[in-house]
């Protein structure tokens, strides 16, 4: 167990660096585990995504143009997504270029792969959080990249779903792609507080809400801006999707009509997923969310991943 982060007297730049390297720490041992469980083709396909969206290559999944959007911040493809990419093509040779702009802001991985919920026919859902500022052309072969590289999923046995997410928009509640997943109502907090609690970060910038303690949720907008005006954290580094503040009452009567819909194809999923729903309704107004008891189980130095797991928290509640 790890030291507490001590938040109520205020936080420091110190304390914010142990609590990113505490969740990046989370994440890598989440994904470890998550390779440990995928089939091999489920594998390769979660280690060459990464390199997939940082370049364009004419003989790897996906290529459209060599003009569509790509670029990950921060990335530099390990040895491991080298040979997976040589794989596919002996000719394939990376090369480092300068970039001005980095069109991918992050890649998560998200749902229930790497829980007890995960069976190896589980889908792989990806969020690709792109920059808001692309056109609409830039997003339109983007979107075809997309297609590409899930038709290659499928052509290896398995499916992959990737939603392009614009973090700005989200933030404003414009699901875009992902209302497809989600029945097309506003059940933005609900969704949020699923990537939150299950979302694993593959490559690119992480969450701010990572960085706000959970007692500061309520007042998630004015905390998160005061680290970014007061330049505790380097805005480039992060993406704010948002808080979880308020929840309008009717997005619970949509999010259950929606699993007893999905219940059809995963009936034990949508029933955990229903009495989650129930739960939070108890709540409401106050909810208390299961991303927010995991984030102050990481404060607090507890790191356990069977603790965390985000269905023993569902279970639990």
């Not at 936080?11 to 720490?25: A, K, M, N, P, S």
């Not at 995960?118 to 990806?126: Q, Y």
């Not at 500061?216 to 948002?242: Q, S, T, W």
Request: proline share 5%; charged share 25%; glycine share 8%.
């Amino acid at each position: 167990m790890a030291d507490p982060v001590e938040y109520r007297n205020g936080i420091g730049r110190r304390d914010l660096q142990r609590v990113r390297r505490r969740f990046l720490g989370v994440h890598r041992e989440r994904l470890q585990r998550i390779e440990a469980e995928l089939r091999p083709g489920q594998r390769r396909f979660l280690t060459l995504l990464p390199l997939l969206f940082h370049i364009n290559h004419p003989m790897l999944p996906g290529f459209v143009t060599t003009q569509t959007p790509a670029g990950i911040a921060d990335f530099n493809p390990s040895q491991r997504q080298l040979r997976e990419a040589k794989r596919i093509s002996r000719s394939f040779a990376y090369r480092k270029r300068a970039r001005r702009r980095y069109h991918i802001q992050g890649l998560y991985l998200m749902g229930s792969v790497g829980s007890i919920a995960h069976n190896t026919g589980s889908d792989l859902d990806i969020w690709l959080c792109h920059d808001p500022r692309l056109s609409p052309r830039a997003r339109s072969t983007l979107r075809q990249k997309v297609d590409g590289i899930e038709k290659w999923a499928t052509e290896q046995g398995f499916e992959a779903h990737i939603y392009l997410v614009d973090a700005e928009a989200f933030r404003r509640g414009e699901l875009g792609q992902l209302s497809q997943e989600n029945s097309g109502t506003t059940q933005h907090r609900l969704l949020l507080e699923e990537f939150y609690r299950t979302g694993v970060l593959l490559a690119g910038r992480y969450p701010l809400w990572w960085l706000v303690p959970p007692e500061a949720e309520h007042r998630y907008r004015e905390y998160a801006a005061m680290l970014l005006h007061k330049r505790f954290v380097n805005p480039l580094d992060c993406i704010d999707f948002g808080g979880l503040e308020q929840l309008p009452a009717d997005e619970f009567f949509g999010a259950a009509h929606w699993q007893l819909f999905k219940g059809i194809g995963s009936p034990y999923k949508s029933i955990l997923k229903l009495l989650l729903i129930e739960a939070y309704s108890q709540d409401y107004p106050r909810i208390r969310w299961l991303c927010q008891e995991a984030k102050s189980a990481i404060y607090a130095g507890h790191c356990d991943l069977d603790e965390l797991d985000p269905y023993v928290l569902m279970y639990r509640r």
